[in-house]
């Protein structure tokens, strides 16, 4: 059965640094499509960066790129976001999201799902 567990959420004020964790079982996170989506109230879920083979080929939404990073323990068989120059607009629900074999850019394209870790970025 496919599990994935994000943690690492909380709140932050504008400018600082969190790191999401997501621990994955029954498949392999450098092997499949893996990535991470967030929604905040009001408005649909959108992608923050995805990757093909793991992290190993990072797709960055415009509004991240330069401030976040996807990245992964194999060891571990867990994926990561690291999060720099946080601010409000970061604001959402963030959810790690893994796929077997299409790494689409729209979240209804994925098949698995994380319940979801909250980020809160203060001004």
């Known amino acids: 059965q496919v599990q994935l567990v994000e943690s690492g959420g909380g709140s932050v004020q504008a400018g600082g640094s969190l790191r999401l964790s997501c621990a994955a079982s029954g498949f392999t996170v450098s092997r499949s499509c893996v990535g991470w989506f967030r929604q905040a109230p009001g408005k649909e879920r959108e992608r923050v960066a995805t990757g093909y083979s793991g992290t190993s080929f990072p797709v960055y939404a415009d509004s991240v790129k330069g401030r976040f990073i996807i990245s992964q323990d194999n060891t571990k068989n867990t994926l990561y976001l690291q999060m720099n120059s946080l601010k409000p607009e970061d604001t959402a629900m963030y959810y790690c999201?893994?796929?077997?074999?299409?790494?689409?850019?729209?979240?209804?394209?994925?098949?698995?799902w994380g319940q979801g870790t909250q980020v809160t970025v203060s001004s």
């Open positions: 999201a893994a796929d077997p074999r299409y790494c689409g850019s729209r979240w209804t394209e994925w098949d698995y």
